[in-house]
């Protein structure tokens, strides 16, 4: 989508009496200049319909508690002869006054200094500004000095903050924002700021919004102005550093900006799209740019960034034309432009409209590059390879070389970086291997101090990395193998399984494509000795030698192969290596090389299988070998590249034999290859240890017959095919462990009718859950609990009658459930203790406890804590009442 805006060339005269005064538009800049010394620069742009506001000199505030008058620094000198200059009068557009206002301020130390200043009207009629001509016009920046990273200027805003817009049309304004030290800048739109805070009830023009703004290339877009109007919006802009691998806020700059929406008949200018860039440093980047225009007008392409700003400079070449208009850019960095992040590059064009003319932006990011290290050479030496390179071609300020990257990869495999593609990728199969310093052109590579492997064609790159992070193309890739002067093994291979198993073991006499070896150094006699011990990387001491061979000439060096017998291959897995010895001296020795070992666990109708192996060669296949059950020989069933495997649609309890031949070879072409080793034979049953789901369930709660009803669904019916049983399980409290209550193995059975007791007392309260069971005992595992609860009821009357007429002679309570007991207490109208007891049936009748006397007619109150039977345990409740006593006359109901 094509942004278009209104060029600040449009005659204003119209918004001349609707816009009276004052400020429109501005920001704050600075410049450091030695020290702690620094320029602050205020841009203001006024309307100048009222010429009684003009200001000769503005109020800075420093941000330390000083603040000084910074005086107007550009335009002649009529208006404040002897003071300022009178600042600078725009043709476009009309009535508009550019002013410059500088001050030196030197601040004491370190610190984040917010500088401020504040003129006392904007110009009136500003839509999304309520009543802005009484708002004052506030700008800020954030000047950040820090001990370390060393000194900051703020970026350089290029593109003036007054634009032009249409009704209907996409609208764009970019910045132009360049910084001199190559820090990065990230722009977010800010509220509008009057009185050192943000303005009230201030919004964005309609339409706009916190993302209209690119926070990387500063493009502003709003898509579409839809009434003529003033708007005000304020861009922040970021400044950060990085310094010793950390990203540092090193300051911001707020531009106030003001955008006139007007009403257009002509239709803007386009840019053709420009990709995002690189190049490397030494070499030209050159490109045209072309616009077109739908209208007959001449039109202006022109460039602004900070290549234009470098040294050497980026050009841009063109000459006002009718559509289309070209412009050719040109631009040969050097090794000081080399950085991390992307240059910003903003190209504009203007048509030449004489009442509304429009423009188009286009921004570009150019990335600059470090050259690729050259003159990269491999030689072997022994079990080492050693590395040596050209200096780097770029080593400079501000940004010079840190070290180098050593990366390896185990085959001779060039790598083609994509076009802007720094560094090396882990996709690319190179491995880092090392660092050295920008000064240190060598590396020797001995695998940690392992040696390398003979028989291994290994290729090497080195990249350059910079103080910012940024790295250089990779070099070109050089391919080199260790000198074949020893031997080198290349089969271990299981033949028999058992306690008393065999191994074959095979190597390669020391000779190969880069050089024999060399039997004037080397003199005869020769002698293999092959060493073996049990597991997995063993240590040096745990070798033992099983065999030997001597021989007099070179040639005679043809008994490569041994069977090691009488060894457990069942259980254990063995590693080998060949020690090659040169008139009783050794030579060197081949790589250990273990056998593969096969491991298996059993499942639900299949077998897992997996294998480990440490061997010099690659292995980049499997086969999968399965015993017939009802003989012994073995039929291959799969392959693969992993290390494990899964066998499916077994039958359990049946016995199942495997065994895996791995297929690999070295890099070196000379070698021998494939290489096939096998692994020992290992068997296993499939057992079933998945459960089965757990039934879905229900727990039916009936307080009045005193029973709860269970029901579940057999879960042979949707989620398992092998369930036998149904356990159920329950615990009288939440907090008690659930225990079986009933099993079943009629899975037609699916309801139970639970009654118990707590503590003697009849209870639904308790928690339930239901499992199935498989053929294999294996029991589901419990997810799902319901828990019910009682429904207690516990009442106390509020008159009894004690008058021996045995009816309603006790206090005694309604009917009721679920209570364990209770603890009541009845007092008289003094506060006297009367009765007290424990029994939920109270049972007293009406005599006192400590006296044994009748007790008098009246009222008596009473406290009764209830202890009710929950499914969180005993709850205690408590009641609080009165209950008359009546002796005489007539015996009324409760």
């Given amino acids: 989508m094509k942004k278009i805006v209104l060029s600040i060339a449009f005659i204003l005269i119209v918004f001349c009496n609707a816009y009276a005064t004052h400020n429109r538009a501005g920001e704050i800049t600075y410049e450091h200049i030695s020290g702690k010394t620094y320029r602050i620069i205020v841009t203001t742009y006024t309307n100048t319909f009222n010429t009684n506001a003009d200001r000769c000199e503005l109020t800075v505030y420093f941000g330390d508690g000083d603040s000084a008058k910074a005086l107007r620094v550009n335009g002649p000198s009529t208006i404040c002869p002897g003071v300022a200059q009178d600042g600078q009068m725009l043709t476009t557009p009309a009535n508009t006054k550019y002013n410059r206002y500088e001050v030196l301020h030197t601040y004491i130390g370190s610190g984040t200094f917010p500088i401020t200043t504040e003129d006392p009207n904007r110009n009136a009629g500003i839509c999304n500004i309520p009543n802005s001509v009484n708002q004052s016009f506030f700008l800020k920046t954030q000047l950040v000095i820090h001990p370390f990273i060393g000194a900051n200027n703020s970026p350089t805003l290029t593109n003036p903050p007054l634009d032009m817009a249409c009704v209907g049309q996409c609208f764009e304004h970019n ?132 290549p234009m700003q470098l040294s050497p400079a980026a050009t841009f070449v063109s000459a006002p034309s009718f559509s289309p208009v070209s412009g050719n850019f040109s631009w040969t960095p050097n090794c000081s432009q080399i950085k991390n992040t992307p240059y910003l590059v903003t190209f504009k064009v203007k048509d030449s409209h004489p ?29 080492s390879i050693v590395l040596n390179w050209n200096a780097a071609a770029c080593n400079s300020q501000p940004n010079p070389l840190v070290r180098y990257k050593v990366y390896r990869k185990n085959s001779c495999d060039p790598f083609v970086p994509a076009v802007c593609e720094t560094g090396l990728p882990a996709s690319s199969g190179y491995t880092l291997i090392g660092t ?17 492997t003979h028989g291994v064609n290994y290729s090497y790159i080195i990249v350059a990395t910079y103080y910012d992070g940024s790295e250089s193309y990779a070099s070109t890739n050089v391919c080199i193998q260790l000198v074949n002067d020893i031997p080198i093994i290349t089969n271990v291979s299981v033949l028999s399984t058992g306690t008393n198993g065999e191994i074959w073991t095979h190597w390669t006499k020391p000779i190969g494509n880069i050089s024999n070896l060399d039997t004037i150094v080397n003199p005869p006699p020769y002698e293999y000795r092959l060493m073996f011990a049990t597991g997995f990387n063993p240590n040096s001491s745990s070798f033992a030698a099983i065999s030997s061979y001597s021989y007099n000439s070179f040639w005679q060096l043809t008994d490569t192969g041994f069977v090691h017998s009488a060894i457990n291959t069942a259980n254990n897995p063995f590693t080998y290596r060949v020690d090659f010895y040169s008139n009783g001296l050794l030579k060197g020795s081949t790589h250990t090389a273990s056998s593969v070992f096969l491991s298996s666990s059993p499942v639900g109708n299949q077998v897992n299988l997996s294998w480990q192996e440490i061997v010099p060669w690659n292995n980049y296949k499997y086969f999968i070998y399965r015993e017939i059950p009802t003989g012994s020989n073995f039929v291959l069933i799969d392959s693969t590249t992993n290390l494990s495997y899964t066998d499916t649609g077994l039958v359990n309890g049946i016995n199942y034999c495997y065994k895996v031949v791995s297929k690999g070879e070295y890099s070196d072409p000379a070698l021998p290859r494939p290489l096939y080793n096998s692994s020992q034979r290992k068997c296993e049953s499939p057992v079933d240890l998945i459960p089965p789901c757990q039934p879905n369930f229900t727990v039916n709660n009936d307080c009045f017959d005193l029973q709860n009803t269970i029901s579940w669904v057999n879960p042979n019916t949707y989620c398992s095919d092998d369930a036998v049983q149904y356990n159920l399980y329950f615990a009288p409290t939440t907090s008690d462990p659930l225990e079986i209550i009933y ?63 045995n009816i309603n002679d006790l206090f005694i309570p309604l009917p009721y459930r679920f209570v364990k007991d209770i603890e009541i207490k009845i007092y008289d109208r003094w506060g006297l203790l009367m009765f007290e007891t424990t029994d939920a049936d109270v049972l007293w009748n009406g005599t006192s406890q400590q006296t044994k006397a009748m007790c008098s007619d009246g009222v008596y109150y009473y406290v009764c804590k209830v202890n009710e039977i929950r499914v969180e345990g005993i709850v205690p409740r408590t009641l609080k009442g009165f209950v008359q006593l009546i002796k005489q006359g007539s015996n009324p109901t409760n």
């Avoid at 498989?774 to 516990?794: H, M, Q, R, W």
């Fill in 175 to 306: 910045p132009g924002a360049y910084d001199s030290e190559g820090d990065s800048l990230h722009y977010e739109l800010s509220p509008c700021y009057a009185n050192g805070s943000v303005i009230g009830n201030y919004s964005l023009p309609p339409g706009m919004t916190l993302n209209s703004i690119n926070p990387l290339t500063g493009d502003l877009v709003w898509c579409v102005p839809t009434t003529i109007c003033q708007y005000n919006v304020a861009i922040l802009i970021k400044e950060y550093r990085l310094f010793q691998g950390q990203r540092y806020f090193i300051g911001s700059v707020l531009r106030d900006m003001q955008i006139d929406v007007a009403a257009c008949t002509n239709f803007a200018p386009q840019i053709k799209p420009i990709n995002d860039t690189c190049i490397v440093a030494g070499t030209n980047l050159n490109f045209t740019v072309t616009a077109t225009d739908p209208d007959v007008t001449v039109l202006t392409l022109t460039a602004t960034g900070g």
């Fill in 436 to 452: 050295t310093a920008s000064n240190v052109l060598t590396f020797t590579d001995n695998n940690g101090g392992q040696g390398l």
């Fill in 743 to 805: 099993t079943s193995t009629d899975m037609n059975i699916t309801t139970f009718v639970h009654t118990y007791s707590y503590e003697g007392v009849p209870s639904v309260a308790g928690c339930y859950a239901v499992t199935a069971v498989d053929s294999f005992a294996n029991e589901s595992v419990i997810v799902n609990k319901i828990c019910v609860d009682n429904c207690p009821n516990y009442e106390l009357p509020n008159v009894f009658t004690p008058n021996g007429d």
């Fill in 355 to 383: 009442v509304t003319p429009l423009v188009d932006f286009e921004s570009v990011l150019i990335r600059v590059i470090a050259p690729a290290p050259t003159g990269l050479t491999a030689t072997p030496n022994g079990a």
